[in-house]
């Protein structure tokens, strides 16, 4: 009945390239979240009266108030549940945590505990991708002037187009592979062109 989805997501920090992650998520219809959200406020809130005649009186209202409050806000907030998950940080490349079970909504910001920075996870569309990767002058490099060769790279089953010089990395949509390819091809050019020119000087 709960089917895990595993929409086309990566992890994204400005500056840095677009880093691959996995996820498996089970989607929770807003009804039964309502539904869920509204049985942990009556029940626990409907629980004070009662709670409070039993010694030593004090917190067992306070701890049903937190209780329903912080289900509440948990069934509310999560369109989506974790079952696994899997995803390098854009910019020290280790890996993320989020644990199974846990409720998100997309675009979901993580905390990097390695280099402390807050990469979001968020899913993508090839079009988007595309838009992002290239323009008339062909690929973009990190730097403007780059030299450097791309190269197709396949990470967790998904490909991308990587530069062998900056830090650039697209993924290999089908027109973004054929600009790559040209690039290639007009660099090897210029470099033949360039070895010829050394000896006829
Ligand atoms: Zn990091
Ligand atoms: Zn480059």
């Known amino acids: 009945m709960s089917a895990v989805e595993t929409p086309a ?4 920090l400005r ?4 880093a691959p992650a996995r996820v498996g998520l089970v989607h929770k219809p807003l009804p039964m979240r309502l539904v869920k959200t509204a049985l942990s406020l ?19 209202p306070v701890l049903a108030f937190c209780t329903g409050l912080a289900l509440a806000y948990r069934f509310l907030i999560g369109r989506y549940e974790v079952r696994w998950f899997a995803g390098l940080c854009p ?11 846990a409720r998100i909504d997309l675009p ?3 905390t990097c505990f390695g280099c402390h920075f807050e990469p979001v ?3 993508y569309s090839l ?13 973009r490099h990190v730097l403007a002037e780059c030299a450097g060769t791309w190269r197709e790279e396949w990470v967790w089953d998904q490909p991308y187009v990587a530069c062998s010089r900056c830090d650039a990395r697209h993924h290999a949509t089908p027109a973004v592979l054929a600009a790559a390819r040209a690039e290639n091809d007009r660099g090897r050019l210029m470099d033949y062109l360039a070895e010829e020119g ?3 000087t």
């Not at 009556?42 to 067992?60: D, E």
């Not at 910019?91 to 079970?101: D, E, F, K, M, T």
């Not at 595309?130 to 062909?138: L, S, T």
């Open 91 to 101: 910019a020290c490349g280790r890996h993320l945590h989020v644990a199974p079970g």
């Open 198 to 200: 050394r000896f006829l």
């Open 127 to 139: 079009a988007e991708e595309e838009a992002i990767a290239a323009d008339a002058r062909g690929v």
């Open 9 to 12: 997501v990566h992890l994204v």
């Open 15 to 18: 500056s840095h390239p677009p």
């Open 42 to 60: 009556g029940f626990f809130w409907g629980i004070i009266p009662y709670v409070i005649w039993v010694p030593p009186h004090y917190p067992w």
């Open 108 to 110: 979901h910001t993580l």
């Open 121 to 123: 996870l968020e899913p």
